[in-house]
């Protein structure tokens, strides 16, 4: 069995149902039905199996968690069990009668969402009419029942002019941080990678605006930033490492080292159903397979970076390469790091596409947009 130390933070995804339908939303295409989800009684045992394990904080997460009428049970058992809560919610489902349940049963935090700053363009991204306007009320019950609030803003090439307005946003609405991270392409994202990926200049124009922010804002607003892959020079150490430091069960009960991980083909994991998650955490193939730095291949074994990054991502390999186990292409001393480059020169050359929304669709449908292969250009 592994000595592997237990991971800090638990992300439970309760549902994939979500009111929203944004195209670049991470959720894998497949989506789970309401049938197939967890039950109550399923994931009160999750919580006190992520307790007894010494996970310190828990994710709620989806699809949209608000869509579960248990939510506050699960809140509770998890307050009780001495878990971290944090909401993370679109905000447009919930009025402020259930946030102050949630805030009673021993929520912690919020961390809500925003498609754009101007009405009508957020509404259009998130494909959700009223969207916007419903969560700025959200914000402002968040604040009055006295719950710390985290703005997260997904930008993209059809949002970033936006992004100083949503910096005043955030401050407005009394967020204490703010995440702006870059699309990163996986699940829904992925398909819709044509119609999302920034220019090189409009990336180097939102990190100016970024840095500027932070030293202006400096004690009053905290600012997390993360930057799309396919201009980066190096990996980032996505989750911290696979199997390192966060686990995901995903809404039929599958446990995953991310919430990405079910997009690698050959790749089976296992069922909090089947197994205790503890056992599946220390010892299952699946969160073995890519953990620690044995498994990988050269030039990832000799770099003295190899436990900076873990080797990158295992679901960009395998969604661009078609292996999990191959150099992150990020990576600029992978050899399709400059092809990685291209794909995003490409996808900024043309005009930009239709949004392929996100919704349940029937298993086996056409893809949408190009090809995403690197190795379809050559190797």
Same mark, same amino acid.
């Given at each position: 069995?592994?000595? +592997?130390?237990?991971?800090?933070?638990?992300?439970?995804?309760?549902?994939?149902?979500?009111?929203?339908?944004?195209?670049?939303?991470?959720?894998?295409?497949?989506?789970?039905?309401?049938?197939?989800?967890?039950?109550?009684?399923?994931?009160?045992?999750?919580?006190?199996?992520?307790?007894?394990?010494?996970?310190?904080?828990?994710?709620?997460?989806?699809?949209?968690?608000?869509?579960?009428?248990?939510?506050?049970?699960?809140?509770?058992?998890?307050?009780?069990?001495?878990?971290?809560?944090?909401?993370?919610?679109?905000?447009?489902?919930?009025?402020?009668?259930?946030?102050?349940?949630?805030?009673?049963?021993?929520?912690?935090?919020?961390?809500?969402?925003?498609?754009?700053?101007?009405?009508?363009?957020?509404?259009?991204?998130?494909?959700?009419?009223?969207?916007?306007?419903?969560?700025?009320?959200?914000?402002?019950?968040?604040?009055?029942?006295?719950?710390?609030?985290?703005?997260?803003?997904?930008?993209?090439?059809?949002?970033?002019?936006?992004?100083?307005?949503?910096?005043?946003?955030?401050? +407005?609405?009394?967020?204490?941080?703010?995440?702006?991270?870059? $699309?990163?392409?996986?699940?829904?994202?992925?398909?819709?990678?044509?119609?999302?990926?920034?220019?090189?200049?409009?990336?180097?124009?939102?990190?100016?605006? $970024?840095?500027?922010?932070?030293?202006?804002?400096?004690?009053?607003?905290?600012?997390?930033?993360?930057?799309?892959?396919?201009?980066?020079?190096?990996?980032?150490?996505?989750?911290?490492?696979?199997?390192?430091?966060?686990?995901? $069960?995903?809404?039929?009960?599958? $446990?995953?080292?991310?919430?990405?991980?079910?997009?690698?083909?050959?790749?089976?994991?296992?069922?909090?159903?089947?197994?205790?998650?503890?056992?599946?955490?220390?010892?299952?193939?699946?969160?073995?397979?890519?953990?620690?730095?044995?498994?990988?291949?050269?030039?990832?074994?000799?770099?003295?970076?190899?436990?900076?990054?873990?080797?990158?991502?295992?679901?960009?390999?395998?969604?661009?390469?078609?292996?999990?186990?191959?150099?992150?292409?990020?990576?600029?001393?992978?050899?399709?790091?400059?092809?990685?480059?291209?794909?995003?020169?490409?996808?900024?050359?043309?005009?930009?596409?239709?949004?392929?929304?996100?919704?349940?669709?029937?298993?086996?449908?056409?893809?949408?947009?190009?090809?995403?292969?690197?190795?379809?250009?050559?190797?």
């Amino acid at each position: 069995m592994s000595a +592997q130390q237990p991971p800090l933070a638990l992300l439970a995804e309760l549902s994939h149902r979500c009111p929203l339908q944004c195209p670049y939303c991470s959720n894998p295409v497949d989506l789970v039905r309401r049938g197939l989800e967890l039950g109550t009684g399923d994931w009160l045992g999750v919580v006190e199996q992520a307790a007894a394990m010494g996970i310190l904080q828990i994710h709620y997460s989806g699809g949209e968690p608000t869509v579960r009428d248990d939510l506050e049970r699960i809140v509770a058992h998890a307050e009780e069990s001495g878990l971290y809560g944090n909401l993370i919610t679109s905000g447009v489902l919930a009025d402020r009668e259930r946030l102050q349940r949630l805030a009673d049963a021993g929520l912690q935090h919020v961390q809500l969402s925003v498609q754009a700053a101007e009405e009508g363009n957020a509404d259009r991204i998130g494909g959700f009419a009223g969207g916007h306007e419903k969560k700025i009320r959200f914000a402002g019950w968040v604040r009055e029942v006295g719950l710390p609030l985290t703005l997260n803003a997904v930008v993209h090439r059809q949002n970033m002019q936006d992004l100083p307005a949503l910096i005043d946003l955030a401050r +407005q609405l009394g967020a204490t941080r703010l995440e702006v991270a870059h $699309v990163q392409y996986y699940g829904w994202a992925l398909r819709n990678r044509a119609a999302l990926m920034p220019t090189r200049e409009q990336l180097s124009w939102a990190t100016d605006v $970024v840095e500027d922010a932070r030293e202006r804002l400096h004690g009053t607003l905290v600012i997390d930033y993360v930057v799309p892959d396919y201009y980066a020079r190096r990996p980032k150490a996505c989750m911290g490492g696979w199997g390192r430091r966060f686990l995901t $069960v995903a809404p039929d009960g599958q $446990v995953l080292p991310c919430h990405a991980a079910q997009s690698i083909a050959g790749l089976s994991f296992e069922n909090v159903r089947d197994r205790p998650l503890d056992a599946i955490w220390r010892n299952s193939e699946a969160f073995e397979r890519y953990r620690g730095v044995d498994w990988m291949p050269e030039p990832c074994r000799g770099c003295d970076r190899r436990e900076i990054d873990w080797g990158g991502c295992r679901c960009q390999a395998f969604a661009l390469l078609g292996d999990a186990g191959l150099t992150d292409p990020a990576c600029e001393y992978s050899p399709f790091h400059e092809r990685m480059r291209a794909l995003a020169e490409d996808d900024t050359a043309g005009e930009t596409p239709p949004f392929d929304y996100r919704r349940i669709r029937v298993r086996g449908a056409p893809p949408a947009g190009r090809p995403v292969s690197l190795r379809s250009r050559g190797s």
